[in-house]
């Protein structure tokens, strides 16, 4: 190992425990040293030089307050030096290097002597990026804990043996020496493994990122370095000794039968990221039980079709829509339960909403006398209007793009079985090529969405994230589901376009199979294109290394250089959505096909272990996300669900063919009947399932209090007091309720 810095001296008043350093976390910078930069002969002005570097430590020159750069700009850097005559600066010019030095120099000056964080510098193999290791020690964890008021898990006592004490409280880490000796009595311990045990340090890899990422915005935009082409990218790291873990027991076709460990991976990536493979997997397990029901029915089908049992087919079907409309209200009601449950196991029960500025949002850079501190401020707001306006022009174009298609695919369809040679193909080959339309429009509109959303310029993460969910669920919709519609509620009353002698059902069931085998081949190659990618970068960055360097170093940097290689991991927002289109197509339009769902567990199935390869392989390790659910996908469930109930009564009166000696207006009342009666049952669901277990409640109610109490100062003593009611305070008062709560029990 090459590196550029002298090795850090320890602190000699922190003990040898407090002083043990940890790896956390790398920035990449591009080689300033190189000599393809030295040959660079562009040139920026200093104006421009000093604004970016002001920028990126969140001020403007003009707005600065005390030293807002480090020391080092004013002793070594010429260009940041104040005093420079303004007109000498507007006429200034510096040198890209120059300018790439003075801006590194200045964010490792910063990260090392004001931000106390240790780093190492190496260079890659072909020596054109700079990987900077930031360390952290234990002490450091500590004070920034203390100073933040960072909640850790506290350690489980032996008389915690009540069913709402289950789950560990969290609370917030002190450094006041009243507690400082209790702490190990206090807080979890974990060891170099991540796993609990008495002696270790307090604070888990993602708490240490949690903590260093906070630490570091406080000072430094890193979107801004990104930005301005100084740093390449930012990343957690790999820690392969857990990471094996999680590939054996978890990221594997071989555990397919096995439950999926939760908390683990939780613990190795984040309660995001975990959330969603919890969701995944009681999706599967709903998935399950349908179908089964689905073989059952489909067997019954079979035997009453043979037996010209029409009283008995129709009846079958009918029920078989009622299933799936309960069945997904009770899908989402247990999920509801579930997230509730592992909220409270995790310690994300009713946290403060944590508001993110998102890094790319576009403003006036400014002074906000709101927070008294400098950030970027929402432009005028007909501008706003006027890209929203845009945006909703542009879906409206693509939509009905979407559907002149599909039309054209039906006229072809009817083109096909109107023509001798092509009859036998017409019911097959444009299903095929609707299902292709899907994948390709899909593929199109993500772009498009993705521009649209960043066109509108939201402010905050969560803001972005959800308007770009409700974008891609839109149009996916229409997309995925309008050819569907039109099979099962329009086809039927068009004399070009009858359906086949086994009725609309029949076609509505094979273009439903049609679509699903499609979906899961497409499957298979965007497997695929994450490891050619990066394999792609590997072999490249082979080709370029230069032959003289020692194997030892090569073995070394492979680590952290093959890691800078994988594809970032942005968020879950089009592995949940493939998920809500596949629910939605079950939901929907799943009587028409009751071997539907079987192949819809398969897939779930193989995308749980698919993603899990997917994330531990190819991936890099993403920065850890707290969260105490799915967000808007649990609204976008329950639509799909309370949607289905009307679907589904539309099928059983319309395309089912039960009602078929009836006249129209006869059918449109009896769907709003079936129709009410199906919404009725989902709602009467909702309503006799409670969101959350008495068991959770309680525990969520003790945790709070014994939180509450660690705040009090009151270490760890959950016995109950006897203290008049009148001589509380309204502080204590609240205290007090959550006592007559949970310690009345038998």
Sequence with gaps: MVSLLPKLSKVSSISEEDNKKSLVYVLQFINIFDEGIKRKSKFIPMIKARANAYRV??????????????????????????????????????????????????????????????????????????????????????????????????????????????????????????????????????????????????????????????????????????????????????????????????????????????????????????????????????????????????????????????????????????????????????????????????????????????????????????????????????????????????????????IAIVIAIFRLRVYMKSTNDLKDYGSIVPAIVYAIQISIFDLIYSKVSIWLNNLENHETTNDYNNNLALKLFLFRFINSYCGLFYIAFIKMYLSSDQCTENGCMWDLGLQLSIIFITNMILNIIEIGLPWFLYKFRVQWEERKMKKHMSKAMRKELLSIEIQSKYEPYENPIEDYMEMALQFGFIALFGSSFPLLPILAFIEIILEIRVDAWKLCNITRRPDPVKCENIGIWKNIVVFIAYFGAITNSGIVVFTSGAL??????????????????????????????????????????????????????????????????????????????YYDMTYHEH
């Design 57 to 402: 430590y969140k001020s403007l020159e003009k707005e600065a307050e005390g030293d807002v750069l480090p020391r080092i700009a004013e002793r070594k850097i010429e260009w940041l030096r104040n005093g420079i005559d303004k007109k000498d600066i507007k006429k200034s010019k510096i040198s890209l290097r120059d300018y790439y030095i003075g801006m590194l120099s200045t964010v490792l000056y910063t990260i090392k002597h004001e931000l106390g964080i240790e780093y190492e510098l190496l260079m890659s193999r072909d020596d054109d990026e700079i990987f900077c290791k930031l360390y952290v020690t234990e002490y450091w964890l500590k004070k920034r804990a203390d100073d933040t008021d960072y909640h850790l898990k506290f350690r489980k006592k032996k008389k915690w043996d009540k069913k709402f004490q289950m789950a560990s409280p969290y609370g917030p880490f002190s450094l006041n020496k009243k507690y400082s000796g209790k702490g190990k009595k206090i807080f979890n311990c974990y060891d170099e493994k991540q796993r609990e045990s008495d002696e270790g340090t307090f604070f888990t890899y993602n708490d240490k990122v949690r903590l260093l990422n906070d630490a570091i915005y406080t000072k430094l935009d890193l979107y801004v370095l990104k930005n301005f082409d100084i740093m390449i990218d930012a990343f957690p790291i790999h820690e392969n000794a857990s990471l094996n873990v999680l590939k054996k027991k978890w990221a594997t076709l071989k555990a397919i039968h096995k439950a999926q460990p939760l908390d683990d991976i939780k613990n190795y990536y984040s309660e995001s990221i975990a959330l969603y493979f919890a969701w995944m997997g009681v999706y599967a397990i709903f998935m399950g039980y349908c179908a089964a029901v689905g073989l059952i029915v489909f067997i019954i089908l079979c035997i009453s079709s043979a037996m010209g049992e029409n009283t008995i087919y129709t009846g079958t079907q009918v029920f078989f829509c009622l299933f799936l409309a309960i069945w997904a209200s009770f899908f989402d009601q247990f999920w509801t339960r579930e997230e509730r449950k592992l909220a409270w196991k995790w310690g994300t029960a009713n946290m403060t909403k944590q508001v993110h500025h998102r890094e790319k949002f576009e403003g006036k850079f400014q002074f906000d006398e709101v927070t008294g501190k400098m950030k970027v401020l929402k432009r005028d707001s007909e501008k706003r209007n006027l890209k929203k306006s845009i945006s909703f022009a542009v879906i409206g174009f693509l939509i009905a793009a979407v």
């Design 660 to 737: 078929n000696h009836f006249e129209l207006p006869t059918k449109i009342v009896v769907f709003f009947i079936i129709e009410h009666l199906f919404i009725f049952g989902i709602a009467t669901v909702s309503y006799f399932i409670p969101d959350s277990s008495k068991i959770v409640n309680r525990g969520i109610a003790w945790c709070r209090r014994i939180t509450q109490k660690k705040e009090f100062g009151k270490l760890m003593d959950d016995r109950p007091s006897f203290v008049r009611r009148d001589s509380l305070s309204s502080d204590f008062s609240i205290f007090l309720s």
